[in-house]
């Protein structure tokens, strides 16, 4: 016997319609997955960091960290008027100018602040682990001081507090 074609005209509208269905879902998932990164950084200041600038802590001084974990590697650093970008990892650091940075409350965001034409001299760069903390040391080549920065670790609240 064979099929009505009412019947398969039915069918095919409905695969049709599950399947643009299917697409529109996908596109939106895409879209919500990009939609809120707009390539800005958004720098979260972190009250228990700890500055030094020769053994001595400066008059003015702050630590930012990027709101993101993927750029887990960059620190924000606040020196008396200046500020400087540290990419820990590639162990640079980068001059940020004040127009670049837009306050929102205590935090700032930023375009990403690598950029080759405002990279800053440094050498000794030492990174270590010292328990509650991690300690970046390096020295600015332009200040021709030594800069130690003591950044806190998050607790893993998946080991369970003892």
């Known amino acids: 016997m064979r099929p009505s074609v009412a019947g398969s005209s039915l069918q ?21 997955a990009n939609g809120g990164d707009t390539g800005r950084i958004h720098w ?5 960091a700890q ?20 750029l887990g590697n960059l620190v924000l650093v606040l ?14 650091a980068y ?15 930023s375009d990403s602040p690598v950029k080759p034409d405002h990279v800053i001299p440094t050498t000794e760069w ?8 991690e300690i970046v040391k390096l020295t600015l080549g332009d200040y ?7 950044l806190p670790h998050m607790p893993d609240i998946r080991l369970g507090l003892h």
């Not at 500055?51 to 993927?70: A, C, G, I, R, T």
């Not at 030492?126 to 903390?133: Q, V, Y």
């Open 12 to 32: 095919w509208k409905l695969a049709l319609g599950i399947a643009l269905c299917g697409c529109i879902l996908l596109c939106a998932n895409a879209l919500a």
């Open 95 to 109: 001059g940020v100018e004040l127009t670049d940075l837009q306050a929102q409350g205590k935090d700032f965001e």
């Open 144 to 150: 021709g001081r030594v800069l130690e920065i003591q």
């Open 79 to 92: 020196i008396g008027r200046r500020y400087i970008a540290l990419d820990i990892k590639a162990k640079v």
């Open 44 to 48: 979260k200041q972190i009250p228990d």
């Open 51 to 70: 500055l030094k600038l020769d053994s001595k802590v400066p008059l003015n001084w702050n630590v930012f960290l990027p709101d993101k974990k993927k």
């Open 126 to 133: 030492s990174e270590r682990d010292a328990g509650p903390a």
